[in-house]
């Protein structure tokens, strides 16, 4: 079992920039990939970003409505995936899951955070 708690969300007018955080705990020694995907009303949910390790090689991978503008990054030590958010757009405006899978099998997402982009 994981458990993930997002935090970090808010208002912000276009133009700014937030950082969301995840932080896991339980099982956390058998995390694979931690992802943020993202859903807004009346769409379906989206990847944003993508952190893979093995070994020492970290995979990214990005939506394309976000490449340039969003970074994705991962503290092992901390247990917590960051999501750093620049430039942001109205249609940026979603709440964003964190996502986790696990290498013995499982996934699991957080509650959610309400991230809203004003023009």
């Not at 912000?12 to 995907?37: D, E, F, K, P, Y």
């Not at 979603?94 to 957080?110: H, R």
Request: glycine letters at 12%.
């Amino acid at each position: 079992q994981v458990q993930l708690v997002e935090s970090g969300g808010g208002l912000v007018q276009a133009g700014g920039s937030l950082r969301l955080s995840c932080t896991a705990s339980g099982s956390i020694s058998s995390i694979n990939v931690m992802a943020w995907h993202r859903q807004a009303p009346g769409k379906q949910r989206e990847l944003v970003a993508r952190i893979s390790s093995g070994a020492s090689i970290a995979a990214l991978n990005y939506g394309d409505s976000v490449k340039g503008r969003f970074t994705i990054s991962r503290d092992s030590a901390k247990n917590t995936v960051y999501l750093q958010m620049n430039s942001l757009k109205p249609e940026d405006t979603a709440i964003y899951y964190c996502f986790a899978n696990l290498l013995v099998g499982g996934e699991y997402w957080g509650q959610g955070t309400q991230v809203t982009v004003s023009s």
